[in-house]
T-cell receptor
């Protein structure tokens, strides 16, 4: 079965620090990859997605992610975080054999002003 | 501004009571998903509909949960009887799967605001 691992459960950064959140998945075939963000008390919103093509994907709010197939990874990055980036971040994977997304356990990011 | 809507936003009920959660997918979307989010389990898929037909409800406890789409603009998730362990946030999501293609390709899922359920 497909599984998604997010190794950082809780990350605390100061404003302007750089961010990298790890995401690894287990499926060896063709996958679609997503990062969602959930601000406190709100629903999930799509940050970015990868389907094919350039493995470096740019999303909203200055986020980007790099798909490294050999490492089964899709890490999320942002060069300089802001206090408003405080939220929980979920990596999700969809393989061609499943109809729905498999989510990682989430990483709670806290940005201190 | 098209978005998925869910009602109610919050529900507090007593153990044994029936709970019905509703979701209105984005107009024109033909796929609907129900997810449950808890601290312990994270986000779990409960059910998936395509063109109103249930295609996958393997994540749902069958003895007490049921999911339906009475029409293309309404999806419901019912719990009867409810138990304290059902306390969670239930998210509905919708998407658009290309017509005429077998399998599961679609672009993305749009999530609703969720229903926060507390069963006492």
């Amino acid at each position: 079965a497909q599984s998604v691992s997010q190794h950082n459960h809780h990350v605390i950064l100061s404003e302007a620090a750089s961010l990298e959140l790890g995401c690894n998945y287990s499926y060896g075939g063709t996958v679609n990859l997503f990062w969602y963000v959930q601000y406190p008390g709100q629903h999930l919103q799509l940050l970015l997605k990868y389907f094919s093509g350039d493995p470096l994907v740019k999303g909203i709010k200055g986020f980007e992610a790099e798909f490294i197939k050999s490492k089964f990874s899709f890490n999320l990055r942002k060069p300089s975080v802001q206090w408003s980036d405080t939220a929980e971040y979920f990596c999700a994977v969809k393989d061609t054999g499943r109809r729905a997304l498999t989510f990682g356990s989430g990483t709670r990011l806290q940005v201190q002003p | 501004d098209a978005r998925v809507t869910q009602t109610p936003r919050h529900k507090v009920t007593e153990m044994g009571q029936e709970v019905t959660m509703r979701c209105q997918p984005i107009l024109g979307h033909n796929t609907v998903f129900w997810y449950r989010q808890t601290m312990m389990q994270g986000l779990e898929l409960l059910a998936y509909f395509r063109n109103r037909a249930p295609l996958d409800d393997s994540g749902m406890p069958k003895d007490r949960f049921s999911a339906e789409m009475p029409d293309a603009t309404l999806a419901t998730l019912k719990i009867q009887p409810s138990e304290p362990r059902d306390s969670a946030v239930y998210f509905c999501a919708s998407g658009l799967a290309p017509l005429g293609q077998r399998g599961s390709s679609y672009n993305e899922q749009f999530f609703g605001p969720g229903t926060r359920l507390t069963v006492l």
